[in-house]
């Protein structure tokens, strides 16, 4: 088994403490409005959840599989890191997981926005509308069904997990283990790092793209994950290619 790394170990009770304290809290709604990642243009939407959404969960099995990842990969990878270095990879992924969520939100928003104002439409009416919890069902006339669904949907949007940054460490992991063999749940086959790792990516890429799941819920921010993933890549691209500068890892 495995031997639990220490932040590893910290960053697994800070995530089991805030989905239990969240879930059990006499005001839970409240909870998850004030920690969750809101769309900036919400006026739910505060800084401090570009970090905390990391740390929430919307269920016990998006908990469970969060952590077991966290678990299985994260270990190896502070083992190489260090755990300063791991943190700061660690929060960065998730940062970068969020701001691709969010400038994914922004275009899918203010495209829809631009057409209604376009129409005649005044745009801070719309926002204000918006603000108050509600939409002129006119809308739909112009943006038709899927465009009225994707603009509220956007505006409304929340995002909670860890995925993001896990993404970053499974991309630092198959690039330290190309070899390893890993396998999914639902697909018992093992396959190398090298190759599963790319496959997981290029299916968030084809369900973000189609809408379309195939091995996680229809709600899963996949531009997160690739937007994590993404952010893992580049700090290991930056930090492989000064290994033997300040910025090697020890």
Known sequence: MNRISPTVKQLLIINVIFYFGSSMSLNTEFIYSLFSLHFPENPDF?????????????????????????????????????????????ITCGLGAALAQIGFLYYSFYSNLDILTSSGYDSQSVLNLLMEGRYNTNWGNILG????????????????????AIM????AFGMFFPESKLMLIFFPI?????????????LDLFSAITGQAIFSPSNTAYIAHIGGALTGFLIMYYWKKNQFNQNRWY
């Not at 952590?67 to 890191?81: N, R, T, V, Y």
């Not at 069904?145 to 993001?164: K, P, Q, W, Y």
């Not at 093992?190 to 290029?202: D, N, R, S």
């Open 46 to 90: 505060k800084f401090w959840q570009l970090i905390t959404h990391m740390f929430m969960h919307g269920g016990i099995l998006h908990l469970a599989f969060n952590m077991f990842a966290l678990w299985m990969f994260g270990s190896a990878i502070e083992s190489i890191f260090g755990s300063r270095r791991f943190i700061f990879f660690y």
């Open 145 to 164: 069904a899927d465009g009225l669904l994707s603009f509220n949907t956007s505006f409304l949007a929340t995002m909670v997990g860890a995925s993001g």
């Open 168 to 171: 970053g460490v499974l991309v």
């Open 190 to 202: 093992p396959i190398k790092a090298k190759y599963f790792i790319p496959g997981i990516i290029l």
